[in-house]
Nanobody
Framework: QVQVVESGGGLVHPGGSLRLSCAAS????????MGWFRQAPGKEREFVGT????????YYADSVKGRFTISRDNAKNAVYLQMNDLKPEDTAVYYC???????????WGRGTQVTVSS
């Protein structure tokens, strides 16, 4: 089993930047990909982006493309979400998740709050 823990959330002004970190532990050799998701109050959880563990290929939701960047450090078993030009609609709890199977993200963190407000 893989455990993941997010960190780095906080309050930022519109147009600002923030970097979230996600540390993985446990059976990290089984990780196929790491993903970031978010859930705003009263809304469904939505996909933000993902990175494949071996090749480092990234995919992003259209809503964050060009503003958010996912990177990984396999040696540290860590994934990062660099968020630039933040908007109030980016306010949400951000979750990191590991995918050890072909389809499902099966290990989730507890989330970290990101608030974008003036």
């Amino acid at each position: 089993q893989v455990q993941v823990v997010e960190s780095g959330g906080g309050l930022v002004h519109p147009g600002g930047s923030l970097r979230l970190s996600c540390a993985a532990s446990g059976r990290t050799f089984s990780i196929r990909a790491m993903g970031w998701f978010r859930q705003a109050p009263g809304k469904e959880r939505e996909f933000v982006g993902t990175v494949t563990w071996s090749g480092g290929t990234t995919y992003y939701a259209d809503s964050v493309k060009g503003r958010f960047t996912i990177s990984r450090d396999n040696a540290k078993n860590a994934v990062y979400l660099q968020m630039n030009d933040l908007k109030p609609e980016d306010t949400a709890v951000y979750y990191c998740a590991a995918r050890t199977t072909v389809e499902n993200y099966d290990s989730w963190g507890r989330g970290t709050q990101v608030t974008v407000s003036s």
